[in-house]
């Protein structure tokens, strides 16, 4: 498992891009996790369910920050796709971006995780899935451990909200 959390570190040639990837990382990381455990837990036991349940709240409750802020960066560019600077060409671009492309990238690498799985014994799902839910728990599929510089940008932008 450590192997697929290390190869998901990502690199970023500019500014530009990592204010892009902290309008969409944090939400897709959690998206792929859900479709993740929602297949294990439509597909092993009740305990298997549980657990991923819990691991997922987990996650979500140890990156809260992060997944509101992520929601802050992507209404900024929602709006600015919106402004009357942005050509319509423009504007498309990014609501495809978010409706379109991010989504079908969201699945593709739910899938990934998923597809092995379709084919084992329940005994091999289950423990496949339970291999998953410890490494969530474990942090494995922490942002900060994945995308350490989508991490900073996030902190950076925290640290100068009110009340922080």
């Not at 450590?2 to 500014?15: G, M, P, R, V």
């Not at 799985?117 to 839910?133: D, Q, V, W």
């Amino acid at each position: 498992m450590s192997a697929l959390s290390e190869a998901q570190t990502l690199k970023y040639d500019n500014e530009s891009e990592v204010y892009g990837a902290a309008a969409v990382s944090p939400e897709s990381a959690k998206q792929v996790l859900k479709r993740l455990l929602s297949w294990c837990a439509a597909n092993t036991d009740a305990d298997i369910r549980a657990k991923g349940e819990k691991a997922l709240s987990d996650w979500e409750d140890r990156h809260r920050a992060y997944l509101e802020e992520n929601a802050r960066i992507k209404q900024e560019w929602l709006n600015a796709a919106r402004s009357s600077g942005v050509s319509p060409v423009k504007r498309q671009e990014i609501e495809q971006m978010f409706n379109v492309s991010i989504p079908k990238g969201i699945n593709a690498q739910a899938q990934a995780f998923i597809a092995p799985m379709e084919s084992m014994s329940i005994e091999g799902k289950t423990g496949m899935c339970a291999s998953y839910i410890e490494s969530i728990s474990d942090g494995k599929w922490e942002i900060r451990r994945n995308d350490p510089v989508v991490t900073k940008f996030l902190d950076d932008r925290l640290k100068k909200r009110p009340g922080s």
